[in-house]
């Protein structure tokens, strides 16, 4: 529970950068999350935030970082194409 009250305190600052224009709106920590190890490693980094906020967020613990593939499913896209993956109605009966 420390850890999850702490996160959203790490958030609220970030949201408080924002909101001081210390980060742009369209550009920052919370818009570009997840980052992936592909970005964060990458030669150049783009973004006005430091590098190291975008890999290891407040309390994250650097030996047990779970780096993930991608960046973000879109949602939005899926609800507009349901593709549904589960067995027939007919497999179902006895």
Known sequence: MDRFCD?????????????S?????????????????AMVSA??????YPRSVGGYPAGVDRAGKY???VRRVDGA???RN??????APEAFED
């Open 7 to 19: 996160a959203m305190i790490a958030i609220r600052a970030e949201i408080d950068k924002v909101g």
């Open 21 to 37: 224009g210390q980060w742009p709106a369209g550009d920052n920590p919370l818009v570009n999350a997840p980052h992936t190890a």
């Open 43 to 48: 030669d150049e980094w783009p973004h006005p």
């Open 67 to 69: 780096w993930p593939p």
């Open 77 to 79: 896209y899926g609800d």
């Open 82 to 87: 349901l593709v549904c993956s589960c067995p």
